[in-house]
């Protein structure tokens, strides 16, 4: 039960957070289990503080994350004045893990762009 929970949250298969073989799946057991939040989570920018917002905003959203896809990120990403947002296809909640290389291309050009 605990690994269908993980994968529903993740977006990971349930068989491969159960299996010892799979790193993304040890990781995100070893997270639930090891972690622990020192800080309170920082609370949703309303709309009025999006819309305010005056720097370049990177924003890297996974499509098969329940996070993202339940929730109106796209939509709220796109108020950001100055926003550059990328759906990243196939891929869960840790962009980093997932698309290491691709990310960090992306996020250099990002930077570069916005010297």
Do not use: C
């Not at 269908?4 to 299996?19: H, N």
């Not at 924003?59 to 100055?82: C, F, H, M, Q, W």
């Not at 296809?89 to 290491?100: A, F, G």
Request: net charge negative; no cysteine.
């Amino acid at each position: 039960m605990q690994n269908y929970g993980l994968s529903q949250l993740t977006g990971e298969d349930a068989s491969d957070i159960s299996s010892p073989d799979d790193p993304m799946g040890q990781m995100i057991k070893a997270g639930v289990s090891d972690f622990k939040v020192g800080l309170p989570s920082p609370r949703t920018l309303t709309r009025e503080e999006m819309l305010s917002l005056e720097v370049p905003v990177y924003v890297g959203l996974a499509d098969r994350s329940p996070i993202t896809v339940k929730s109106d990120a796209e939509e709220n990403a796109r108020l950001i004045p100055n926003s550059t947002v990328k759906i990243w296809e196939n891929t869960t909640h840790s962009l980093p893990m997932q698309i290491p290389k691709e990310l960090g291309v992306d996020l250099n050009n990002f930077w570069d762009s916005n010297d």
